[in-house]
């Protein structure tokens, strides 16, 4: 009965450790399939862009991305631009209010804002240029 009693604790303090480290906390989703800006968002530092792009015609496939900060309207930096179907992540490090400005062609998105513990921005390493 007591070792019962153990296992149960310690399955408690393995599930709630767990939470803990799991806490992503999605902040918006944004779909879509041609150019404009998203909605207005808000997030604190560091905070991740999830992204997709699809195509029904890869070979004509074109987007960028944007960022800019939704109170001033300045252009923050390019945050993705590609010409091929894919997904990635980008990291931030400094939080605010922004909205996305996609310029898209043929292309298919979403975007996902998510806010991160710092101990969950430490997990991410950024891929060697070399692709290794």
Same mark, same amino acid.
């Given at each position: %009965?007591?070792?019962r ?6 399955g408690? &303090?393995?599930f709630?450790i767990? %939470?803990? +480290? ?7 989703? #944004? ?9 207005? #968002? ?5 905070w &991740?862009l ?5 195509? =029904?015609?890869? *070979? %004509? ?10 109170k001033? $309207?300045?252009?923050?930096?390019y ?6 179907? $894919?997904?990635? +992540?980008?990291? #931030? ?6 909205? &996305?400005? +996609? =310029?898209? /062609? %043929?292309?298919?998105w979403?975007?996902?804002? *998510? *806010?991160?513990?710092? @101990?969950e @921005?430490?997990l991410?390493t950024?891929?060697?240029? /070399?692709? &290794?």
């Amino acid at each position: %009965m007591k070792a019962r009693s153990i296992l149960i604790v310690i399955g408690i &303090l393995i599930f709630s450790i767990s %939470m803990d +480290v799991c806490s992503e906390e999605l902040v918006r989703k #944004f779909t879509g399939s041609g150019s404009g800006d998203t909605a207005e #968002f808000e997030v604190t530092s560091p905070w &991740l862009l999830d992204w997709r792009v699809n195509s =029904d015609y890869p *070979q %004509m496939l074109g987007i960028e991305v944007s960022l800019v900060d939704a109170k001033l $309207g300045t252009h923050e930096g390019y945050v993705l631009k590609t010409k091929h179907a $894919g997904n990635g +992540v980008r990291l #931030f490090d400094k939080g605010g209010h922004y909205y &996305l400005r +996609v =310029d898209a /062609t %043929m292309a298919n998105w979403i975007f996902k804002i *998510q *806010q991160l513990t710092k @101990a969950e @921005a430490e997990l991410y390493t950024p891929k060697d240029k /070399t692709g &290794l």
